[in-house]
């Protein structure tokens, strides 16, 4: 496969043997529904052309350029999906420190501050049972951390901002999203864009 596409005022070229010159528009993210709509994964804008290429994938949203070969041109697709369902697999995140952390926003699930150093707090305090789990653990600050101590968030006073839970698909996907992504808005669950 050979693609050729248009950037402002210069040109790139992209082979399919891996090798490129500049990064270009075929890496823009990419939103890949099941033919139900539901969010499947995210992948690159060259793999979803592929599939469109292959019919495997349908155009729902593009973005705003356009990619060009000798003899056709297409937008930049955005948002696809897939022309037969596919079943997927149960994809747990995994419960990491970072993961953590990036589920509660590197906030303090106490306080409300970030832009501090966080440390994981167990809610129900370890050596009272409280087991490593997405649900007992979440991003407190240090000062935090220490003044609840050996208490529930009730005991110590100290309410949690969220109920911390397991990050679902949709959330990761959802982190995805930047300016150029608000059009997957919809397809995520998440509010329109003020
Ligand atoms: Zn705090």
Request: aromatic share 6%; with cysteine; proline share 7%.
């Amino acid at each position: 496969m050979k693609l050729i596409h248009d950037r402002g005022n210069g040109r790139t070229h992209k082979r399919g043997n891996g090798q490129s010159n500049g990064a270009g528009i075929l890496n823009r993210y990419v939103l890949v529904l099941n033919q139900s709509y539901e969010p499947v994964m995210v992948t690159s804008a060259k793999r979803a052309v592929i599939l469109m290429l292959l019919d495997k994938a349908e155009e729902v949203v593009h973005y705003e350029e356009v990619i060009h070969s000798v003899s056709w041109q297409m937008p930049l697709p955005s948002v696809v999906r897939l022309a037969r369902y596919v079943r997927t697999p149960n994809k747990d995140v995994v419960l990491t420190r970072k993961n953590i952390l990036k589920r509660d926003n590197h906030r303090c699930q106490y306080c409300g501050r970030s832009s501090v150093p966080l440390t994981l707090d167990h809610v129900i305090p370890r050596h009272r049972g409280g087991p490593d789990a997405w649900d007992n653990l979440v991003a407190a600050c240090h000062p935090c951390n220490v003044r609840k101590g050996n208490q529930t968030p009730h005991e110590a006073g100290m309410p949690l901002l969220l109920h911390p839970h397991k990050p679902s698909r949709i959330t990761y996907f959802q982190k995805f999203v930047r300016k150029h992504q608000d059009a997957w808005r919809p397809y995520l669950f998440m509010e329109p864009k003020a």
